[in-house]
């Protein structure tokens, strides 16, 4: 970005320059919903399908215990081997399947089919053979698809390639839903549309059932997903208009039956049969899990108020576990008896962030609006929900059409004490109904407790919203402004009472010759307040409130306006509709520059002078960095998603990086979080960063010099310390042996373990062994303690004789170092042996 006064444009395109030590990846949040999850046979853990990954989490402490990383695409499916349940298959638009060791997260296998696969599944009857969906014919892009069986190569290698693929159905649905296994892989059931198709694999014979698409009273008959019983020739599908059949008999196209029951308002989007048959379970938008008793239609149970539309359920092998997936983002762990255990939420992304990104300045957690009426914090660290805080405070009601009070704005202060939130309901193409709430931080909850309410705040919507940015500032300022042609503050004021706590007034309201404010921002010193009215940015003294000045700028209406900080402060930056990105200098209240790119975002980085404009250009998204003053941009990169880029923030970071790569100095204060058009929570990384967090994942190893204890025998480290005299001399002199490995260990560690006798009958055997003998020490130290009792007598003696022939004339004599007790030993055995015969050797 060439820096040229206001009479010039700059082009950021000639100075586009591509960093690869900086690249973007996945930062989490990504959906734990979009295929059903599995259960482990032991109900321990659940996988699903997150991403590019698979998760696995623990059923009983809702902690993610492992990530199994490898896939290059979006993972469609995730399953149990059937001959080992301890490894699953995972399937993703990559073209590939893999082979995993859950419990220790070991790519085993990787089985290249080379088209995308939509979904997967596997038999029992069926060994060795995986069954996928993929696009028919050559063009990836084809809205058909068919079920083909692939037979997995039976080889050694890590990378392998499946050439043994054949049709089994065409133009089934790509939902996983819609396709299910019956008897073990006798048959298999498809829905498509208005049509059944039952394939029996023995036969190699389809029976094709169809549906009307209306019935008298306007529903409809679509299929939307396919159960089958695990033992009976029965299969349950569910349907748009909210009804579930039962079809039997369907051996026979001409007299085969169904039974229907009832009891959604709305389409039945999942299915299951328990592993006995006993039960079936449904679910759908009124996040109600329904429990039929098999053959017993008028018998069910409810598990109401699940949060969200539910859209997938899972059973346990052994039947102990149900789990639904919900819109919102979220997997609930529920027992047989109907009854909920645990919630695994993931991030909740809608349709569209109506709030900003933004970061919680207490618990450094992303924040922004979640299920309907709530904002969620959410670990961008741990890469978990902290917790849902209910704005809006009414249950949400699911349906269709139904206006609701949603949260649109909000905003913390610096100090991140006070939360500001602002819900709206349409009630006409005209009217409006608002809330502007008030949320102070309570220390003892750790929460924010709601402190005012202010009714119909403005006559219209509110189009933006900001705290005062200075930390040290003695009163709390928040700015709003409306569609209705005003902007107005809010000024906290102190307690009267003891009593009664602090409360919020509107201090003064702005306007400037009728024109719609747009957007607002104050300087970090607080000392300016910004306020985009259209086509005119006019500057305000929080302080008096005055009209300090208006600026000029190319004609468009103003978008965003942004504060320069630290050395940059004199800068206020603005995008316009027209595609421009304006720069003012606030000293010369004229126009520093200006450059044409289509900003879609503009945003600055609290800790540097850094701003970030996102550019929309030829369907993806550009990124530039730069600071206001520098002519040439400090970092910038074409793609770096498809779409367009509309909410992304600065997280200040726990540690500083520090990375001497120019192009990545830019992140060493603060994180980049943006989301692309999919919904995927995206961000930067650096090399030294990926270097840090490979040295950080590599495994501990037990070193040399770790002392033997029993429990480092136990894991193979013995060393052979006396083939090592130069160890055993670093050791302190006085320092007590610590046991060897004994016979006993040896014996339990290398003995087979289907021969040896019980647990506890070993446990007493094995407890003594890890013992130490304390009986010989004991006397050892006994008779020590006696013999310098009797060598102190002596030494008394003998200091008292050696002090009556000490020279006076003598001057003092620098203190000896300290001897250690076994050297003290040695002197005294010496000055104990008879030295008389030197005396004789003298005389001759």
Known sequence: MKGQRSEGKVDCSENMVEHANVRVVHRGGSKINFREP??????????CPS?????????????????????????TGVLIRPSNHLQVYSSSLDGTVRLWDFTDGILIRTCVIGQPIYS???????????FIVISMGAD????????????????GEQLVEAREVSAVLSYVDSNPATISFGKGGEYIASATGFQLEVFYFRKQKSYRFFLKGNNKKGAKNTFTCVACHPHENCIATGHEDGKIRLWRNFTDQKEYTYSTLHWHHSAVSSLRFTPEGTNLLSGGVESVLVQWRYNQDNQRDFLPRLGAAITHITVSPDGSLFCTSHSDNKITVIQSCVKVSAVIQGLVKGRSIRTDLMVDPCSKALVLNGKPGHLQFYSLQRDKLLYNLDIVQQEYIHELGLEQMEVVKAAFSPAGNWLATVEERKQSATEVELNLKLWEFDQQTQSFVLNTTISAPHEAQITAMCFCQAA????????SASKEGHFKAWQLEPAHTEDEGPSWSCGFVGAYHGLVPGCCCFSADGSLLAVGFQEVVTVWSPVSWELLTTLSQPPGIIRNLCFGRLSCSKYLLGTISNNMLCCWNLLTCSLEWSTSMDTSLLLADPLSENMAAFCSQAGCTDLFVFKPSEPRPLFSQKAVCSGKVTRAVFAPREEMLESCEESSQWLNHS??????????????????EEDRLMASSKQLMIDDSVAMTPFYLLLGKHRQQEGNPEADSSLPVDRAALPQGTVAMKELLQTPAHVLPSTSFLCSMFVQSLLISITDSREEHKHSDEELESEKEEEDSEGEMDSSILRPELGPVAAAPPLSKAQIR??????????????GLLDS
Not at 54 to 71: A, N, P, Q, Y
Not at 141 to 149: G, I, M, P
Not at 472 to 479: E, F, G, K, R
């Open 140 to 155: 990836r892009r084809s809205e058909l698809f068919q079920l083909v069986a692939v037979h997995l190569p039976q080889s």
């Open 38 to 47: 599995v259960i482990s046979s032991d109900s321990r853990f659940l996988l």
């Open 671 to 688: 994180q980049l979080y943006f989301f692309n058009q999919n919904m995927d929570l995206l961000s930067f990384t650096t090399k030294a």
């Open 826 to 839: 040695e002197l005294r055995r010496v000055k104990k042996l008879d030295h008389s015969w030197c005396t």
């Open 51 to 75: 991403g590019e990954s698979v998760k696995v989490f623990s059923t009983s402490t809702e902690e993610c215990i492992r990530d199994l990383r490898g896939h290059t695409d979006l993972v």
């Open 120 to 130: 997967m599944y596997t038999s029992a009857h069926h060994k060795g053979i995986l």
């Open 472 to 479: 040290d500032s003695q009163t709390t300022m928040l700015v």
